[in-house]
Structure formats: structure tokens, C-alpha cells
């Protein structure tokens, strides 16, 4: 374990204005806002509606509150990296558009594809190289247009999934407090069960699979729903016993909200109760990796500077992890 951390030292979030309720969804598809509710815990959701608007966008908002409220100069910042599936384009990079629009003049970046897990990919990616000594100010983004790539004929998917984001600013620490550790995981039989069929070097865009709706995400949401709340259940015990941490040493979990079934799965196995399990996912749905790093931001203000906080996902590939971060500022 390196003696340098990485710490949280900022966080900004943003979401779309246009809201998408379970009411409006059942206008257009075969369901009910009491199944949705009572399946996932999702009331409505946010997208980005109108042309020419893409997950970059997302990360501006965010990315520009944190300078904004940090006063930190754009010509400061080394490094952004962005956790999205939902890329503005194949390339370049989102990560690139976002130091464009920003004046990021000294960033350079990348973006890194884990699905649900690729805020924490990014974040303990970003860490290395605050840990290293190489950087001081790295921008870690999680953000996600989901609506970009839902079947809004397919109630099975486009009931939960919402556009949004947030990103957090990482800088040496100046105490013990930071990123401690984590635990990630790949496992790529997953495929099968959560996929986008075409769009890649596999199958390139064609009207054979635009006709075969092959540009949308496809899912097997109980293969996935089983996987997940094994994995991040057990992922969330695993760094708890790893770093002899006790249900009473934890302020706050932080899970990626995909279904709150699966969340509540995993602060039972964790032994923690309701009260520190933080949670949005009614207003906003799943985000993908949208989903921590607005968490962050809607609950900061709660963090005390040595909260023990326990961030976990699961997701597309398949992903999953734990971060275990003690938090480093009193909002
Ligand atoms: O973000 C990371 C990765 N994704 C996840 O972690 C998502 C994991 N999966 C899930 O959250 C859940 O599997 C879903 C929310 C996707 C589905 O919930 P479920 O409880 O697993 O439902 P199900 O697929 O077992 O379907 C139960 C019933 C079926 O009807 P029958 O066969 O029992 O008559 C479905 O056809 O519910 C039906 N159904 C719906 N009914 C109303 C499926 N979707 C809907 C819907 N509205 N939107």
C-alpha cells in the first residue's frame, strides 16, 4: 500500500432537466409506476433531450462546479478520466471534449469503459497517479446518456435506466485520510447477459443492425439481478474483513443504484442498517456510472473528514467492486 493517498478533495454532479416518470413510461410501454416502484425502488428518472447533446455534457457541468467552487485554475488540473459506456463518439475520447470545452490545456485523459462500475475503475485508476507523485489534481468523471442506447419498446430495460453524472477531484492527501483500498473484479462470461450487440469492431453499424435493434442495450435482468447481489455483496464483506473493518466503523455505504433489492441484498450481508445506506435512485434511476459519484453529491454534506465510506458496484461485462475511502473534508 502506497503512503501517499489519493483524496477526494471535491465533488460536482449534474443532471438533465427533462424529467421521465414511471407515470410517463406508462404511456409508452406495458407497465405500472406501482411494478417499477415496488421491482426497483425508481419513482422517475432525468434525459437528455434535443440534438447534439452527449454525455460531455454531463461531465462540463460537473467538472466546471469543482473548479468553480474550488477556485482552481483550469491550466491546474493534469488529468481527467472518464467512466461512461455512452461515449460522445467511438473517438476521440470524451475525456478529450471535456478538456477541450473546459480550457483543460495541460490535461491529458481517457476514457474507460466498465459499465456500472466504471466510476469505481476510474477512480482507483486516477489514484495510482496522485499515489505515484507523478500528479496533484486529477478529475475522476462518472457519467452516463443512457437514453442514448435504450429501447424505449423494452420495458424491461427502459424503466430503469437515466441520463447523469457527476465527477470528484483527487489530490495528495494531507493526513491519513483518503482512498485506502480496493477490490475490482472482470468477468467477461458475462457478456452474454448484458451486452450492446453492434456498434463495435465486432458488428459495425449496418442497417442489418440498426433494423435488429442491435444499438440498444440488451439485458437479462434476472441473470444479472442473481450475479449482482452476490458479487456486491460479497465484494462489500470482502474489503470490510480486508481492512478489519466492523458494521459500526462504517458511516456510509455508497451503492451503485441499479435496483434497491439489490442495494438492500448488500448492506445486509455488510450488517449495516437503512440509516447508512445512502441512496437516490428514486428521482434519477440507474445512471450506470453516473450513479456514485452523484450519490456523492447529493449527500456530502453529511460526510465528516475520517468517515470510514464504502463505495460498491456491480454491473455490464461483467464488473463489480468495493472502494473503501475514508472521506477527507468536512463539507
Ligand atoms: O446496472 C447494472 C446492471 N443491471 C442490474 O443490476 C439490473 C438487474 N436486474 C433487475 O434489476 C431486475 O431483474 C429488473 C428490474 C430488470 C426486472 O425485475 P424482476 O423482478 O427481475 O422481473 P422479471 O424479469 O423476473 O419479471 C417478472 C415479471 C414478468 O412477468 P411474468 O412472466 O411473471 O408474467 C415480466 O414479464 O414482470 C414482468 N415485467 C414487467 N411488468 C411490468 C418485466 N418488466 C416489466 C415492467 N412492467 N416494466
Redesign the pocket.
Known amino acids: 500500500m502506497a503512503n501517499r493517498k489519493a483524496a477526494i478533495t471535491a465533488v460536482g454532479g449534474w443532471l438533465p432537466e427533462t424529467v421521465l416518470s414511471n407515470k410517463d413510461l406508462e404511456k409508452i410501454?406495458?407497465?405500472?409506476d406501482e411494478?417499477?416502484l415496488s421491482?426497483?425502488g425508481i419513482s422517475e428518472r432525468r434525459i437528455m433531450k434535443g440534438p447534439q447533446r452527449g454525455t460531455s455534457e454531463i461531465g462540463v457541468h460537473a467538472v466546471k462546479s469543482i473548479l468553480d467552487k474550488k477556485g482552481i485554475d483550469p491550466l491546474e488540473i493534469d488529468m481527467v478520466i472518464v467512466g461512461t459506456v455512452t461515449p460522445d463518439y467511438v473517438f476521440p475520447s470524451t475525456s478529450n471534449i471535456i478538456c477541450d470545452k473546459l480550457g483543460l490545456k495541460n490535461a491529458w485523459g481517457y476514457d474507460l469503459s466498465a459499465?456500472?462500475s466504471g466510476f469505481l475503475f476510474a477512480l482507483a485508476t486516477g489514484a495510482q497517479f496522485i499515489e505515484s507523485g507523478r500528479y496533484k489534481k486529477v478529475i475522476v468523471v462518472g457519467a452516463d446518456k443512457m437514453s442514448s442506447i435504450i429501447n424505449y419498446e423494452d420495458?424491461?430495460?427502459c424503466?430503469?435506466f437515466g441520463d447523469g453524472g457527476g465527477a470528484v477531484l483527487l489530490e495528495p492527501s494531507e493526513d491519513e485520510n483518503g482512498i485506502v483500498d480496493f477490490v475490482l473484479h472482470t468477468d467477461g462470461s458475462g457478456f452474454q447477459h448484458?451486452n450492446m450487440p453492434a456498434g463495435g469492431s465486432v458488428n459495425p453499424a449496418s442497417h442489418e443492425t440498426v433494423d435488429a435493434k442491435q444499438h440498444f442495450a440488451y439485458?437479462e435482468?434476472?441473470a444479472?439481478?442473481k450475479h449482482?447481489v452476490v458479487n456486491m455483496a460479497e465484494v462489500s464483506a470482502k474489503i470490510m474483513e480486508k481492512n478489519n473493518l466492523k458494521a459500526e466503523d462504517i458511516a456510509y455505504l455508497l451503492p451503485?443504484q441499479?435496483?434497491k433489492r439489490?442495494c438492500d441484498a448488500t448492506a445486509n450481508r455488510m450488517g449495516i442498517g437503512p440509516e447508512k445506506m445512502l441512496m437516490n435512485i428514486e428521482r434519477y434511476g440507474?445512471t450506470?456510472a453516473g450513479t456514485i459519484p452523484l450519490l456523492m453529491f447529493d449527500y456530502e454534506k453529511k460526510f465528516k473528514k475520517g468517515d470510514n465510506i464504502i463505495l460498491a458496484a456491480?454491473?455490464?461485462g461483467f464488473t463489480w467492486g468495493s472502494i473503501y475511502i475514508k472521506w477527507a473534508y468536512d463539507a
Open positions: 410501454v406495458d407497465t405500472t411494478w417499477i421491482r426497483t459499465a456500472c420495458r424491461t430495460t424503466i430503469i448484458l439485458q435482468g434476472q444479472v439481478f449482482a451503485h441499479a435496483n439489490i440507474n450506470t456491480f454491473g455490464g
